[in-house]
């Protein structure tokens, strides 16, 4: 998504293919929004639609090689997107308005919704408009009876009640512009925000849907992230979902973060990010204090495990060793008293690693070692006893 392969239409100006490549940089934002949209029940946009460029299937020399139209009913698996043809072609002898339609992504031109009567998007848009005459370009709008906003200036994203806009130049080529973008990527989708607690409850009661692949071979994490919705994701993570798993086209969650845009949910996946935000319903304490008594406990017994009876061999008493179950509960309350420690670092690690069933894999290599190290303490104390 980030590579941008522009299908230009003979006679385009410059000014239209720096719009073009301005809306595949934000298409981002409009799947985003989609993906809020097919959940309300009441619906807030207006429209939506895309423009894509279609090839021409006619030879002849005089005609264009692409024909860019508007294509509404949109649905997006990261390769290509899907809908309905709005308009009557021209050249594309091949299709017809309402004919069901697939392109891959790098045929996107423009892409563009309404809210309220305002536009967000429509870069190619803006560009025709701004080369108007005021009087062609106030025809122009209220022929579209919608409100497009000053010529030269694009928003992605409504702005928060009594916010001012967030306005980007067409070519998004300003320092004002990176800035703008990276804040609106690492903002949350109100929606988002407004359904955490939903969320949370949802999972926590159909935690299939975590697992469950869909007719598609995508999972939701597969979803979310495509969309960019950073809490749903979050949500996900911490009720097990694997950021490994592949969908059809064998990418990864973290791959696909990487491909779809999304800076802040990649950290997210690879374990460099954490949410503060995310609601607790525990009441909330600090768990190091618990970890730093299980490690104590821990030492403690493994004191009376291995040191004490090391020693009254050295005195020449008779001694027994205790039983190999002691040294591994000894070795694995050590273990979560170091992990309730230091938790955030172990936890980043754990992210990172492939899902096994309902554990990670670095929780049973973790297990597996603590056992092992256990079962070899025992045998090594047993041996040095029966020898003196």
Same mark, same amino acid.
């Given at each position: ?27 981002? !934002? ?21 423009? *894509? ?10 005609? =264009?090689? !692409? ?53 967000y ?48 130049s067409?070519n ?22 407004? *359904? ?9 009661e ?36 694997? =950021? ?22 990649? %950290?997210?996946?690879?374990?460099h ?19 730093f ?38 070795? *694995? ?16 690690? %754990? ?19 603590? !056992? ?8 090594q104390?047993?041996?040095y006893?029966?020898?003196?």
């Amino acid at each position: 998504m980030t590579e941008h392969i522009i299908y230009s239409v003979e006679g385009e100006s410059d000014e239209l293919k720096a719009a073009v490549i301005g809306a595949q940089a934000t298409f981002k !934002f409009f799947w985003r929004e989609l993906s809020w949209e097919s959940r309300r029940i009441i619906k807030s946009l207006d429209m939506a639609a895309v423009k *894509m460029s279609f090839a021409v299937d006619d030879n002849d020399p005089q005609g =264009p090689s !692409f024909e860019n139209m508007w294509v509404s009913d949109i649905e997006f698996d990261g390769q290509s997107i899907s809908g309905v043809l709005m308009n009557e072609p021209r050249w594309v002898t091949s299709l017809k308005a309402s004919d069901a339609v697939s392109l891959p992504l790098a045929a996107l031109n423009d892409w563009m919704y309404v809210r309220d009567g305002r536009v967000y998007g429509g870069f190619t848009v803006d560009a025709l408009r701004e080369g108007m005459s005021a009087d062609a370009r106030d025809e122009h709008d209220r022929a579209w009876g919608l409100d497009f906003g000053e010529p030269g200036t694009i928003e992605v994203v409504p702005a928060a009640e009594g916010q001012a806009p967030w306005l980007l130049s067409r070519n998004l080529d300003s320092a004002a512009d990176r800035q703008t973008l990276a804040t609106l990527e690492h903002a949350e989708h109100p929606m988002a925000l407004n *359904m955490r607690e939903k969320v949370e409850e949802g999972l926590q009661e159909h935690p299939h849907v975590i697992r469950d692949y869909d007719p598609d071979g995508w999972l939701l994490l597969h979803r979310e992230v495509l969309a960019g919705n950073y809490s749903v994701v979050h949500a996900l993570l911490r009720h097990g979902a694997d =950021p490994l798993a592949l969908n059809a086209y064998g990418q990864t969650s973290v791959s696909l973060a990487s491909e779809a845009g999304w800076p802040r949910i990649t %950290r997210l996946l690879e374990g460099h990010e954490t949410d503060d935000q995310v609601p607790d319903k525990t009441g909330g304490f600090a768990l190091w204090p618990i970890g730093f008594a299980l490690v104590a406990l821990a030492l403690g017994w493994l004191y009376y495990l291995v040191v004490y009876p090391l020693r009254s061999a050295w005195a020449g008493h008779s001694v027994e060793v205790a039983r190999p179950w002691d040294f591994v509960g000894a070795i *694995m309350l050590l273990g979560y008293g170091l992990v309730s420690c230091t938790g955030p670092w172990y936890f980043r690690w %754990r992210m990172r690693t492939p899902q096994c069933g309902g554990a990670r894999l670095l929780d049973l290599l973790t297990m597996l070692g603590g !056992f092992l190290l256990a079962v070899l303490l025992h045998d090594q104390v047993q041996r040095y006893v029966i020898g003196r």
